[in-house]
């Protein structure tokens, strides 16, 4: 849906007034509602029918991001009608602004994957040892990215909230997919996290600059390097890589 009409933004709005957990906006939407007054108006109308006693809310990206990890929780958890109904700011904003639509969509994504890890018991594959390790995903960040990410999360971090993971890569192939992101933790350290879905056995090796990881995947198909120091993620040269291997 890379050039969505406005069939479907109207079904992606209405779904605020149903019990659907599917997180609603997209990117793509907001690039649409942004410069469609005819959607801009279903969006309001939308919103006076949630509540009616309420002025439209202001659209600055800070009001929304301040409560947007909430939001994805309980969209995921309690659907996107009471998460609305909870931070009708939040809402109101992801329609238009294809920026924060993205934080949402990653958040969401990896949200949703740390929910079907825990909560699915997806059978992990046998491991077998006599078989060599194979490469089933690489993800990759440059350099600069992992820098200017790390110093505005540091910015942010306060209003934002520190526990909120960010994804800075996915991927899949036909069965697989695969996020990497990252999570500030205690004293100028960061965790990085590597995630498949559905698990598999096997490992994650994760190169910063010059220094490599090996991580195992857990049952759940998580791989964390806790307490990376911030210094080495913002040297100048540190690309994060990772290949996702399989036994
Ligand atoms: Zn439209
Ligand atoms: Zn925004």
């Not at 890890?117 to 992990?124: A, D, K, R, Y």
Request: hydrophobic share 45%; with cysteine.
């Amino acid at each position: 849906m890379d050039h969505p009409q406005c069939d479907h933004v109207r079904a992606a709005l209405l779904q605020a007034l149903t019990n659907s957990h599917q997180p609603a906006q997209t990117p793509a939407l907001a690039q649409h509602i942004a410069h469609c007054s005819a959607c801009q108006d279903l969006r309001a109308s939308v919103f006076q029918q949630l509540l009616p006693s309420k002025a439209l809310p202001a659209d600055p990206c800070a009001l929304c991001q301040l409560d947007l990890a909430a939001y994805v929780d309980m969209n995921l958890d309690a659907g996107t009608h009471t998460a609305a109904l909870a931070y009708p700011q939040v809402w109101w904003h992801l329609w238009t602004c294809r920026d924060c639509a993205k934080i949402f969509a990653q958040t969401a994504a990896l949200a949703g994957a740390e929910r079907a890890g825990v909560l699915t018991s997806i059978p992990v594959a046998r491991v077998t040892p006599t078989n060599p390790r194979h490469v089933i995903g690489r993800l990759s960040v440059a350099p600069q990215v992992v820098a200017r990410f790390i110093q505005s999360r540091a910015l942010l971090g306060v209003a934002y909230g520190d526990e909120t993971p960010m994804v800075l890569d996915d991927g899949e192939d036909n069965i697989h997919s695969f996020q990497l992101s990252v999570q500030r933790g205690g004293g100028g350290t960061w965790q990085v996290l590597v995630s498949v879905v559905p698990p598999v056995a096997g490992v994650a090796v994760i190169t910063v600059g010059q220094t490599t990881y090996h991580v195992p995947f857990d049952a759940q198909g998580f791989a964390r390097v806790a307490d990376m120091p911030s210094a080495l993620l913002l040297a100048g040269e540190s690309a994060i890589a990772v290949a996702i291997e399989a036994v």
